[in-house]
């Protein structure tokens, strides 16, 4: 009846074919292609990032050393910034129309993109803020944050503490290849000091937050939240007093003092002269001030001379280590005399050496000469070549158990070494790498000037401050270390809690402390002296060709129990007894009997009023 | 009478009323939660869009219930004055404010109704009368003049407005007519017309080069050459492999088929570069993947399948969406020509294929229905539902899931929109009114 009938198969056909390939194309966007499911995501999720607080630095009191201060950052995103008036702008902001332009194009540049917020101003203060908020509003793209920054309220201890600074580029891109992959690009990290220490565990662990967001951005629902977790607070063994006092001491000079307990190892005071306030480099004007500390600045403050400066001589303070090395080899015994003979090395006109104490006490240069000749060429090869070779592996090996020519594993970046020469430093180092002696080719009679501390011999403060522990200890040492404890019910590092042995036996350092006792009582070092305390010290006198010789003291105090081993240099201070002598007495005294002596102050105003060396000096 | 309207209830095809109860029910459903807002959960808050969808369904199927007492012979005569009354109220809604930028919306207190909606069903009925008409023949000129004027006269208005979308669903009616007995070739020819077209537009999108022979030219130019190749091998195929008695005879038409074909590919690029503006071009690169682009013009298709994909298998469950509902808007229009995202979100591969089984079952349902009636009234009322119902789904989720242009076309008894519910509602209730009444037409 009807011819077309059979086409509603057609319509119903091409109906099942639309819904076929829907059917098809839906399996693939729902269950087997996955890309729409993260596009979906990229949608929805928003992550947000909860910064951990870093954690605070203490001294050994609980005194803050570091501090955080809330900052405000002005933000600009380049691809907002439309019908501003620049002009105005400037002026809030007291800055010229090519800095506004510069900045502008920093923050759409790089790493920064322009639709994305970037600094503009750093770091500004409570008080600057709140000038400018008023009138952020009215320019379109600028926005604010807030934020900590690191604050230094006693303004002291800078190249212990160091400083915080945004992540650098080399910095990130090393971590995300080979590092935890923890950082983000804006993240700030320790650079230097305690703070690149103890980075991980000042930082505490970021957390996280997931919400669902609508689409204007506006997080709607909390999926998930991991909260942050503290960094945990640093307690230093650092005394925030003494420390401020021998950074007053060191001014307008350059050197370096370590103060140590010798029964902990912990370090009191670490100071490197000339100094700087530590509030410099952190904050806006971080680039101009590292910029003029590091390049402007002749004295180089950057450097932290008490560890890095590894090259120093030891001078007579060495002869302290060569007489304990003697007697415990059994080259010499405590009342074994030489003739202070000054054919051999010069000396100057003092009483017969006639033991170990005496020749301490003087200093003799003739007799420790002998000391060390016995030491290196002790007679058990034919060959006087071989025989020093042998010796003084021997003495390498002893002199290196007082920490000296070792790198000391203190909590503080850039520990230097030093050197203690070996038979292979001879060999093939000296006095050239290019042109060495050669095997066999040297004997005592080539490195005798080690045996009065100078020759080859290097060392740095911090290793001649724990020489000095060693000695109040009696032949050991803890590595000297500047945290206590790392969070409030915490504990130091294990390794800070180990007892170092010297090779020398305890009982060979009774006549060393005594001819220290003497050395200050009545001989080189008598500037050393503090009323009602017995102060056991050496001078040192590091010879220098350019200027004036370097002023060294080592000492310890009091002689029985001592509290405190220190170090002191003053470079081109002339001879140890002067400056050096002086500035340890005043931090044994001010650290002991807290309040100075009549005696004290006088000296405290001779050393504040000496300027050895300012930065305004011809001195290259 | 109560008698009388049992004896019709009783009557209606229940397999049809079911499934159109079935789409109903999942469509409120999901207006409900693509526009469900926390701040203010009543279901019956007119202010929200789900409670006016609501009451919106309820007058369908009040009027709906109405439908079913008429007489079928009164909507039979009242055909072309339904017609006419819709046709005028197109007119008089031009000179209706403009509610984002179309005068498409009659504003009676807190409702809008917009009389395109109605057109569907009353050209529907208009075109059912006409070619049902004893004496009328789909192969006379004079029929398709008066049928292309049938549908041209609302069009025209409805482009007026402008709503190209509503126009474009008038194209539907080409399967009635196909049904009725318009030639295949007509059907074939606007298919391979559409083919060629998009082929054309594509090859001129993507801007691809072809290298043969270090002889560089655009693909553009290629195709054509291939149209040429391959009506000549058709020719040739159709002259020595297929039946004898037709060669000589498509030699014109092949050549003429080859021309139109050139014509047309020429054409588009012509409008390529001529007529469309960036807008339309960057529309066409998204909508063949050589754009992802998620902010510009592609944003909403990207955003819709996003949430489409996000469903996964089994989806994130009821009231769990979190791309297509008011809470996070991220897929814009979701309770309207994006609908179906909130659906296929929360209910995954298996809510959305099931929903497109479903829609398909209820057209085919509407076809076997159609195809057994003895009036010719009712049977071309029903394909016109059909194609209409067919029209809408088919372009709605091909947008939706990114296989065409974003065309704003709703998706039926999903999207929201009073009118609509009520013309599609009506249409479906004159058609199972009209079939329950097939065996007393016989009698
Ligand atoms: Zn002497």
């Given amino acids: 009846m009807d011819a077309f009938q059979h086409r509603r198969w057609i319509i119903i056909l091409t109906m099942l074919i639309v819904t076929l390939v829907f059917g098809v194309r839906l399996l693939y966007i729902q269950v087997l292609n996955n890309d729409w499911k993260n596009r979906a995501e990229q949608i929805t999720h928003h992550k947000v990032t909860i910064h951990p607080a870093r954690g605070l630095l203490y001294d050994r009191n609980g005194e803050l050393l570091v501090a955080v201060n ?298 420790f000469y002998q000391v060390y000749k016995r030491l290196i060429q002790r007679g058990e090869q034919s060959s006087i070549f071989k025989d020093s ?45 290019s042109n060495p002696y050669g095997k066999y080719r040297w004997a005592f009679s080539t490195i005798y000037s080690n045996s009065i501390g100078e020759g080859e011999i290097g060392v740095s403060p911090l290793q001649m401050a724990n020489l000095a522990a060693i000695i109040a200890n009696r032949g050991y040492y803890y590595t000297p270390h500047l945290v206590k404890k790392i969070g409030k019910d915490g504990s130091k590092r294990p390794e800070y809690l180990k ?67 220190i170090a002191v240099y003053v470079e081109y201070g002339t001879w140890g007894g002067i400056w050096a002598a002086k500035i340890a007495s005043l931090m044994i005294e001010k650290y002991l009997a807290k309040e100075l002596s009549e005696n004290g102050k006088n000296k405290e105003k001779q050393v504040l009023d000496a300027i050895i060396l300012d930065k305004h000096s011809d001195f290259k | 009478m109560e008698n009388r309207t049992k004896n019709i209830i009783g009557k209606v095809d229940v397999p049809l009323l079911v499934l159109f109860l079935a789409l109903v029910i999942a469509g409120l459903l999901t207006v409900y939660s693509a526009s469900y807002s926390e701040e203010s959960p009543q279901i019956y808050s007119l202010d929200k869009a789900y409670g006016k969808q609501l009451v919106w369904i309820i007058i369908s199927l009040l009027i709906g219930v109405l439908i079913l007492t008429l007489e079928g012979s009164f909507i039979r005569n009242s055909a072309y004055i339904v017609y006419g009354v819709v046709t005028i109220m197109l007119l008089i809604v031009l000179f209706m404010p403009a509610i984002k930028g179309a005068h498409s919306w009659f504003k009676i207190g807190g409702f809008t109704i917009q009389p395109s909606e109605f057109a569907k069903f009353a050209t529907s009925l208009a075109i059912a009368h006409f ?10 000129t004079k029929t398709k003049l008066i049928v292309f004027f049938l549908i041209a006269v609302p069009g025209f208005f409805i482009l007026q407005q402008p709503d190209p979308g509503t126009l474009l669903v008038f194209f539907s009616f080409i399967f009635v007519m196909y049904r009725e007995g318009l030639s295949g070739n007509i059907l074939l020819g606007m298919f391979f017309a559409l083919i060629i077209g998009v082929m054309a537009i594509f090859f001129k999108a993507s801007e691809a080069n072809v290298n043969i022979f270090s002889w560089v030219f655009e693909a553009n130019y290629l195709y054509l050459f291939v149209i040429v190749l391959a009506s000549v091998l058709i020719h040739f195929g159709i002259t020595y492999l297929v039946m004898p008695r037709y060669r000589g ?117 509407i076809i076997m229905v159609a195809e057994r009636q003895k009036s010719k009234f009712t049977r071309i009322f029903g394909y016109c539902a059909a194609s209409i119902l067919f029209f809408h789904y088919m372009i709605n989720i091909a947008m939706v899931i990114g296989l065409a242009p974003v065309i704003g076309i709703p998706l039926p008894f999903f999207s929201k929109g009073g009118s609509a519910i009520l013309g599609f509602s009506i249409m479906i209730f004159i058609f199972l009114r009209m079939d329950s009444e097939r065996k007393d037409v016989l009698r």
């Fill in chain 1, 70 to 367: 809330q900052v405000y950052d002005i933000l600009v995103t380049p691809k907002d910034v439309k019908d501003i008036d620049t002009a105005q702008l400037c002026s809030l902001f007291g800055i010229s129309k090519t800095e506004f332009l510069q900045k502008i194009e920093y923050a759409s540049t790089g790493y920064n993109v322009s639709y994305k917020a970037s600094t503009f101003i750093e770091s500004m203060s409570k008080e600057e803020y709140s000038r400018v908020v008023p009138y952020l509003n009215s320019f379109n793209g600028f926005d604010s944050k807030r934020r900590t920054n690191r604050g230094y309220p006693s303004g002291i201890a800078a190249h212990v503490l160091g400083y915080v600074r945004k992540i650098s580029a080399e910095q990130y891109s090393k971590d995300q290849k080979v590092g935890e992959k923890y950082y983000n690009q804006n993240d700030y990290v320790g650079i230097t000091g305690l703070e690149k220490v103890y980075e991980k565990e000042l930082r505490g662990e970021r957390g996280s937050a997931f919400f669902l967001r609508d689409y204007a951005g506006n997080d709607k629902t909390n999926l998930e939240e991991n909260y942050a977790i503290s960094g945990q607070n640093l307690y230093t063994s650092i005394d925030i007093n003494l420390q401020a006092y021998g950074e007053r001491l060191m001014k307008n000079k350059l050197g370096s003092i370590v103060a140590i307990e010798p029964s902990t190892g912990e370090i009191l005071s670490l100071i490197s002269a000339p100094s700087f306030d530590p509030n410099k480099l952190s904050g806006r004007e971080f680039s101009e001030n590292y910029k003029e500390l590091l390049n402007n600045d002749t004295l180089k403050p950057i450097i932290n001379r008490p560890i890095y400066n590894a090259n120093y001589r030891p001078g007579s303070i060495f002869k302290l280590v060569q007489a304990l090395i003697a007697m415990q080899e059994g080259v010499i015994m405590q009342s074994t005399g030489f003739a202070c003979n000054k054919s051999l090395i010069n000396c100057h006109n003092h009483e017969h050496p006639l033991n170990v104490q005496i020749a301490i006490k003087h200093s003799c240069n003739p007799y």
């Fill in chain 1, 389 to 433: 070779r042998l010796g003084i592996e021997k003495w390498n090996a002893a002199v290196k158990s007082f920490g000296l020519g070792v790198k000391l594993n203190t909590d503080i970046p850039g520990v230097k070494a030093g050197r203690i020469p070996d038979a292979n430093y001879y060999d093939n180092e000296f006095p050239s790498k």
């Fill in chain 1, 499 to 565: 007892k170092n042995y010297t090779m020398a036996a305890a009982k060979y350092f009774g006549p060393v402390i005594n001819a220290m006792e003497m050395v200050v009582e009545n001989g080189t070092a008598r500037n050393a002296q503090v009323d009602s305390i017995i102060v056991c010290g050496k001078t040192g006198t590091v010879q220098n060709e350019t200027f004036n010789d370097h002023s060294v003291f080592i000492a310890f105090a009091p002689k029985e129990n001592p509290q405190i081993a």
């Fill in chain 2, 131 to 140: 070619l049902s008409t004893t004496g009328v023949k789909i192969q006379e």
């Fill in chain 2, 249 to 365: 005879k498509k030699y014109i038409t092949n050549i003429i088929g080859a021309s139109m074909a050139l014509l047309l590919v020429f054409s588009c690029n012509y409008a390529y570069d001529n007529v469309f503006k960036d807008r339309h071009r960057d529309r066409f690169e998204v909508m063949f993947g050589l754009k992802l682009d998620r902010k510009g013009v592609g944003y909403n298709s990207y955003q819709a399948l996003s949430a489409i994909g996000s469903g996964g298998s089994a989806g994130k469950g009821y009231f769990k969406g979190t791309l297509s509902n008011d809470k996070y808007k991220h897929v814009p229009e979701q309770s309207t020509d994006f609908i179906f995202c909130s659906w296929a979100e929360e209910w995954g591969f298996l809510g959305s294929f099931l929903l497109i089984i479903l829609y398909t079952a209820f057209l085919i349902r």
